[in-house]
């Protein structure tokens, strides 16, 4: 990019953001060369929080693999779990109990209610917000992950999905709370956007801010309310119907301009999707086994559980984007390769066309709107 | 239509009036809020929290216990080894106890979880055939020293099966059954009859 011409004789400055910084949402790095306060060039820097993840999964049972799953994305561990879990089901042709599927959808959408209240909320932060919109997120967030406790019996690692099923039935109870909070969420959306959407502040520094060409979304293989927002239709719900999205109605978001107040925006509008999705699962779920007596045998000893001879993709529309556990099998009990696209990291990629030419503080904003979490981005 | 077009708020900040109405609408937000902290029942969300404590759901789970039917020197534990080898994050170490003639016996000699690598996932739970090793609720662990206070022994680990029904009623009451339907079956095996 040139230089620009101004009264004042500026100087390039390198400046490194991070790895400990409270806005780059973990141990990320930017290494950002300003102008004044112009980005000129900006390289992230990951791998921070490297955990081998995919060569500890290689020389673990199937099944061990499924709390580490937890820890990846550690915002959404439920449709972490949800992925993995399609994907050995794919690969040894599992099927699923009837309630089971639709337990896992409530699950799953309950993530995606957490994952977008928990992101508007950070990146007001980034913004300057201080805490006021992100403790309201948490409050919010503070009922559904109650009531993992009360299912899963962890708040956030819950290691609840099983192949062909779910490792607990929903009690009554449980379903009685999901059904207050289903019914409460709306209005909490409302207040939400009455102190958001139409913000003076929030519409000048977001408005026009960071934006996405649709070509350049599709090129990086950007996936989520990110490729969304840029006005591309592809939700891997609506395009794969995977378990048994299709039975469900719901609308996909889409964005016209794809800025940062679109990518905020298309958030919003996805939660209430997910609203409605929650509102006609509860509705329609059925009675019956969570986990089926094959697959809770399969359950008590991983190490008997051997999938034949292939290999199998399985993704999902993870809150964040498409995630997707690639499977190789040789046949034993511990996969051959096991490889995880996760949504965070292939998103992240466009972060330097996305800043040039915007200032600082901005590049911190289009960081928060990309919604990454550190977890998945290094594994 | 499957999909639906956000719709853009009065356009662009820059092309109307900025009145600053917006944010009086979001401070009328916040001062509901901070005035309902005061007034209404259940808004505020924070607990006082060593005075004050939320109740904790019965499947929580944190880490790992032995459990025993009479006395501890006699654990249900048999240290067949299962959840040792299915523990993902390989915390658990079991040497089998053995007579004087080295002949291995049913239970464990040294039974040791290192919580400070546990990851409280509950597979040990899942995978024992025995019924031996379950997840506690006990959380307040804190300790000095990470290499051996945070490594428990076999004998902070067993707790009696009563300690097991405090934490988890129904669950502990199932399990109960299902012993001792195995342990009726068991004793009217035809073997014993001859």
Do not use: W
């Not at chain 1, 790895?19 to 290494?31: A, D, E, L, Y």
């Not at chain 2, 708020?9 to 609408?25: C, H, N, R, T």
């Not at chain 2, 240290?79 to 299915?86: M, S």
């Amino acid at each position: 990019m040139e230089r620009q011409e101004t009264a004042l004789d500026t100087q390039m400055l390198e400046v490194n953001i991070g790895p400990q910084h409270p806005s780059t949402h973990g141990v990320f790095r930017m290494n950002v060369t300003l102008d004044g306060e112009t980005v000129v060039r900006l390289k992230p820097a990951m791998g921070y929080l490297h955990r081998n993840h995919e060569k500890i999964a290689e020389g673990a049972s199937y099944l061990a693999s499924m709390p580490f799953t937890d820890r990846l994305d550690y915002i959404c561990s439920m449709t972490n779990n949800l992925a993995y879990a399609i994907a050995v089901e794919k690969l040894a042709g599992i099927p699923v109990t009837e309630r089971a599927q639709y337990i896992r959808i409530i699950m799953a959408e309950l993530t995606r209610l957490i994952n977008h209240t928990l992101l508007v909320g950070f990146l007001l932060n980034d913004l300057g917000a201080f805490f006021t919109p992100t403790l309201y997120a948490f409050r919010e967030r503070e009922k559904i992950l109650d009531v993992f406790e009360a299912v899963s019996g962890a708040r956030m690692m819950c290691n609840y999905m099983r192949f062909g099923g779910v490792k607990a039935d929903l009690t009554p109870e449980s379903l009685i709370k999901i059904k207050e909070i289903v019914a409460n969420y709306p209005r909490f959306l409302d207040e939400f956007e009455k102190l958001l959407t139409e913000n003076e502040i929030l519409m000048s520094r977001c408005q026009r801010v960071g934006i996405l060409s649709k070509a350049l979304a599709v090129n990086a293989s950007v996936t989520g309310p990110m490729l969304r927002a840029t006005g591309v239709d592809y939700d891997i719900r609506k395009v794969d119907g995977y378990s048994i999205y299709p039975r469900f109605k719901f609308r996909v978001p889409l964005g016209t301009v794809g800025d940062v107040y679109d990518r905020y925006y298309i958030r919003i509008l996805e939660m209430r999707e997910s609203i409605k999705i929650l509102e006609q699962a509860i509705k329609e779920m059925p009675a019956g086994e969570a986990l089926d007596k094959k697959a809770q045998a399969m359950a008590k000893s991983p190490r008997t559980f051997r999938p034949p001879k292939g290999d199998t993709y399985g993704r999902i529309e993870s809150p964040k984007g498409e995630l997707g556990f690639y499977l190789v099998s040789d046949g034993s009990s511990n996969p051959y390769r096991y490889h995880v696209r996760p949504p965070s990291f292939v998103n992240l990629t466009i972060l330097e066309d996305m800043c040039l030419g915007h200032k600082v503080a901005d590049a911190i904003i289009i960081l928060g709107s990309i919604d990454i979490v550190l977890g998945e981005v290094d594994r | 239509m499957s999909f639906l077009y956000a719709k853009r708020y009065p356009l662009y900040a820059k092309e109307q009036l900025m009145l600053g109405l917006g944010i009086a609408k979001g401070m009328i937000v916040t001062l509901k809020q901070f005035i309902e902290s005061y007034t209404k029942k259940g808004s505020i969300f924070t607990v006082q929290y060593p005075e004050e404590r939320k109740p904790i759901a019965e499947a929580f789970r944190n880490f790992p216990i032995l459990v025993y039917d009479e006395t501890p020197e006699d654990p249900r534990c048999v240290a067949c080894d299962i959840c040792a080898k299915e523990c993902p994050p390989k915390c658990i170490t079991i040497v089998r106890d053995r007579d004087e003639q080295g002949r291995g016996l049913q239970k464990p000699k040294l039974f040791d979880i290192d919580v400070s690598v546990c990851m409280s996932c509950g597979i040990c739970e899942e995978v024992c055939p025995f019924d031996a090793i379950y997840m506690d609720k006990e959380f307040e662990l804190s300790a000095y020293n990470r290499m051996h206070s945070l490594n428990f022994h076999q004998e902070q680990l067993l707790r009696p099966n009563s300690y097991f029904h405090k934490i988890r009623p129904t669950d502990a009451a199932q399990i109960d059954a299902k012993r001792k339907e195995k342990e009726k079956a068991k004793n009217t095996q035809p073997g014993t009859t001859a």
